[in-house]
């Protein structure tokens, strides 16, 4: 195999730590603790695993946690109304709605009746128009992690071609605009893109988000590539009975004997995402006390 493989569970936990850091100093020098609310409604078991998940890693870095979890069938007015009491709540930095939500509530009016300044997901139009604009909002959390492993691996990115299979709002369009921010060529593929392979051979940088497990193949990386697989498919285990196991949307196997660095799944982007959800708590609690915000935590 020639490629390194990038580990996205070292390098999250050493963003923890810095996190873990900045919070204690917050709770000395200011008495300030930052704080976290996550919403879930309904109980679909993926996302009670990452609900839980997140309480974990947000009380470990010493920072306040509030859950809130809302019935399957609770109603845009209950949910609104949570939402507005978890805006005025000074003790409250960060709130996050997990997604997906049940089908009779809209995800894009659950983002929108967020206070943008606590919008820690970054999927609000407020802070995608602030990102697309260079200008300093909260940026998503899976793309910025992908962002600081690329730092990390890279470096200077100006000039490289990036392509970005995907153009979701939650990963795909901000992850393009974070990669024109590092003076990178930009190419977004999707579902209407002609001739993908071809377009991917192109990439010194390719940033897979799709949802198709083992869609990208060895002879779509060109030699020397680095190559970021965001895509999460549970497919049941060809070995253990009643087990699932997770693949990536790149053909690791393959792709690992072309490139020069590349990210595993599990064990590569997944564990970033919830690291800078706790940053982007921490940059959103400086920014509303008016206090100096982390550095390298945030875009
Ligand atoms: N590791 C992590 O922390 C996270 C992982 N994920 C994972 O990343 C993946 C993408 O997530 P998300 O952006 O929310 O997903 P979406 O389903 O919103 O977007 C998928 C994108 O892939 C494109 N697409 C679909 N089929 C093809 C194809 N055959 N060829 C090229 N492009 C295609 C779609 O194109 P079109 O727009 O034309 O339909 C769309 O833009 C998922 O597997 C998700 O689980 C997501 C968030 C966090
Ligand atoms: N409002 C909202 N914001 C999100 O950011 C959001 C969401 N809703 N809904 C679901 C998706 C998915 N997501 C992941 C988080 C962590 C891992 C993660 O830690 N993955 C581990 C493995 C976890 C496992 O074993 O299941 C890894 O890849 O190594 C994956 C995926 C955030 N999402």
Redesign the pocket.
Known sequence: MAASIIDGKAFAATVREKVAGHVARLKEENDITPGLAVVLVGEDPASEVYVAAKHKNTVAAGMASFEHKLPADASEEELFALIDQLNADPKVHGILCQFPVPDHLNERRVVARIDPSKDVDGLSVVNAGLLASGEKGLVSC?PLGCLMLLRDQVGNMSGKNAVV????N???KPMAQLLLQESCTVTI?????QD?AAVCRRADILVA????AE?VKGDWVKPGATVID????RIPHPEKPGKTKLLG?VDFAEAAEVASAITPVPGG??PM?IACLLANTVTACCRANGLTEPEGLTA
């Open positions: 899976t299979i995907g153009r979701s939650l990963f795909g593929a999707h579902s209407r893109t993908l988000a799709v949802g198709r869609m965001v895509g999460i498919s949307d982007v997944g995402t």
